[in-house]
């Protein structure tokens, strides 16, 4: 769905309640699930920003429309670790995006969990969150490389990755082939990660598959930040916050801001929402093209 023009009031002119994003830069319940359950117990977090300076997040729950949870394990969630489930129980409502794509364990992601074992919480995480259509799946990114003598891709498990998703009541899936930044590059090159970026008329092709595959599943598949996709049929543009959507979903049907996030890519199509990660908090899933963490 597509950011309209509301902006920060909601209706009656009241002020409307923030969407908290925990978070696009780091994974806090994987990896910082003590710094993110003390924030919740302070009901504030300060944020350090990418070029210095620090913001002031209000975390009480009475001003806060939508918790939004990135991971690729929510063991500590589902484990309640430092109390944070209770925490966020606090909170009127959660929404997960749950990153799988299928290279846990592997050389581009060393210390993530295999994808099956990870698609083991899926159950929880719905439950946790008041149903399944508080739950996304992130097969993102997607990633091609070379590895004895042969092209390798972790597309080809989507087929059983779909399957077990929509048996669990998934509706969402969301893609983006990867996007090979500086930093990135030379991480590859230091690991001897031999990637391979195709071209366009590939990944479109590729993604045509793959949306065949969601749909013969039920299941709706939304690009995320990937204008290259436009026009492939089955396929989305992705607006990971989604106002229009966290309102839909509210258990009071409270107005969330439907305003364009400024703070991300011009490709985005993401509501406004304050991050409440920091690059500093540097992430050990050790993921070789993530683009947020600082070592190569």
């Given at each position: ?55 002031e997040v209000d975390l009480d729950p009475g ?234």
């Open positions: 769905m597509r950011p309209s023009a509301t902006g920060s009031s909601g209706r009656g002119n009241r002020p409307l309640k923030t969407v908290v994003s925990a978070s696009r830069r780091t994974d806090l319940i994987a990896s910082f699930p003590d710094w993110l359950a003390g924030v919740l117990r302070a009901r504030r977090a300060t944020v350090l920003g990418p070029q210095g300076g620090a913001t001003q806060v429309h939508t918790f939004v949870l990135w991971s690729k394990d929510f063991r500590n969630f589902l484990e309640n670790a430092h109390g944070l489930r209770d925490r966020l129980a606090a909170y009127d409502q959660l929404y997960l995006h749950f990153t799988v794509t299928g290279l846990g364990g592997s050389a581009a992601e060393p210390a993530v969990p295999p994808w099956r074992e990870a698609l083991a919480q899926l159950s929880g995480l719905a439950a946790l969150a008041g149903g399944p259509g508080r739950v996304s799946v992130r097969f993102d990114p997607l990633v091609f490389w070379r590895e004895g003598g042969r092209v390798r891709t972790n597309l080809t498990i989507f087929p059983e990755l779909a399957k077990i998703a929509a048996a669990r009541g998934i509706k969402d899936i969301r893609i983006s082939f990867a996007q090979w930044y500086g930093k990135a590059r030379r991480r590859a090159a230091a690991r001897g990660f031999a990637y391979i970026d195709p071209p366009d008329e590939t990944k479109r092709a590729c993604a045509a598959d793959l949306a065949a595959v969601a749909a013969d599943h039920g299941l709706v598949l939304h690009a995320c930040c990937q204008p290259l996709l436009t026009g492939v049929a089955g396929i989305r543009p992705s607006a990971c916050i989604d106002g229009e959507l966290l309102e839909r979903l509210h258990p009071r049907r409270e107005p969330a801001a439907r305003r364009k996030d400024r703070g991300q890519r011009a490709d985005c199509l993401c509501t406004e929402s304050k991050d409440i990660g920091s690059y500093t908090q540097t992430c050990p899933h050790g993921c070789v093209y993530c683009y947020a963490n600082p070592v190569v």
